[in-house]
């Protein structure tokens, strides 16, 4: 097994109050995830990413962390992980966990803590800086009779990573979940961490900016990608260095500059992979496409591997947002995903082509949605549950049990789609096997080749070339290096 094993995995992104509930609360949990672990093995993946499962009072789904060495009881147990985690090593799937480090729950035993007060940011003068969730970040504090910085909710006040108490309990922390066997963490809002240490007022928007990241009203220069940050991935990526097989770090690095997520894979001593979220929140054109790939490409250092999402749990899913639900178009995506230099991550649902499901007001859960209605559309409609199959509970639940989000019906469910030999599921495990197969799409260089507008090819290691067809809306692989070619 390659020592570089993050080079040459598919990633999957379990939502797990939204995979598998096992006893029929109507929320996923951790044994559900286990009992699923035949459908990633079967569709090929080699690592998943489960999104927070500590314990949290969930004033945002899990990110708002209340102990950072325990699950939270609605999604099981330690022996629960300590089970999944042993029978996915079985199957050759490695785990990754989520871990929350730029803020905790105010809930969290550390934020009342006397003797632990200087873990978090706080001032007399509050600046200008605005929190991602809406309004100020800044809240008074009656018990305390100062502010506390909170860069989302009020309840997730900001940890400060100045005080080398909160980086030394983070390695142990980290380390506490490696010895179980955790084989990395996707890191939340990475570039996040550390905020200016003289907490300067944030300059205003410039016409530069990425019109997703202006929307903040302001130019994040103090609040994000402090230099500081890259000691401590440092510090991270050493500790990971001590184990083995290593331990991978996977950066929620929120940037529309490639010059600076390209710093956060260090001089190959800081984080393995980093999302590159130019491409999720781009126009789905050839050419547009095309140019976040081909400028990743000069911007990344040799040594960096590339990292792409088509979905999330925080955007709308690639199938509603790029391709209007036509499945024709999400095999072009597809495609794409399973076919360029990097590691793809699969967010749960992408392999059937889920599309957002409608939630009604009354069933929302989404905070961000809650705090700011009108903003749009909330993140609720990609986070429902998994349709295994046709009927009530839908293979997620059991019947006549009311899903903690609506499962929704516009749907073929992956019963169903693994009885068709030419549904999208298979489809999709077809590109995952041809992926395995050939070592020009596992590790090729990438390299556009010319063609028609519209249409976009590239060719990856010495004999495998992509055409990817955004006009006819076709999908073609050809390969003289590892066997047949595939048309789609
Ligand atoms: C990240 C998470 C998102 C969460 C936020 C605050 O962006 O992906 O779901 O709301 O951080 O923790
Ligand atoms: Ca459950």
Redesign the pocket.
Known sequence: MSERWWESAVFYQVYPRSFQDSNGDGIGDLEGVRQRLDHLQWLGVDAIWLTPIMPSPDD??G??VSDYRDVHPELGTLDDLDRLLHDAEARGIRVLLDV?P??TSDRHPWFRDPAREDWYVWTDRPNNWVS?FGGPAWDFDQQRGRYYLHQ?LPS?PDLDWWNPAVRREFLEILRFWFDRGVAGFRI??ANRIIKDRELRDNPPVTPDMHPVAARLGQRPLYTTDRPEVHDIYREWRRLCQTYTPERALVG?T?FFDLQRLAAYYGDDDELQLCFNFLLTHSAFQADVMRGVVESTELALPAFAWPCWALS???VSRFVTRWCGGDERRARVAMTMLLTLRGAPFLYQGDEIALTDQPVPPERKRDP?DLRMPGRGRG?DPERTPMPWAAGPGAGFTEPGVEPWLPIGSDWRSVADQRADPGSFLNFTRGLLAQRRANPDLRSGAYQTLESPPGVWRYQRGAGTVVTLDFERWEARIESSSAGAGTDS
């Open positions: 945002d789904c990110y708002d929350v730029n803020h991602v989302y997730q939340d809002t929620e929120w999330n749990h925080d961000l993140r």
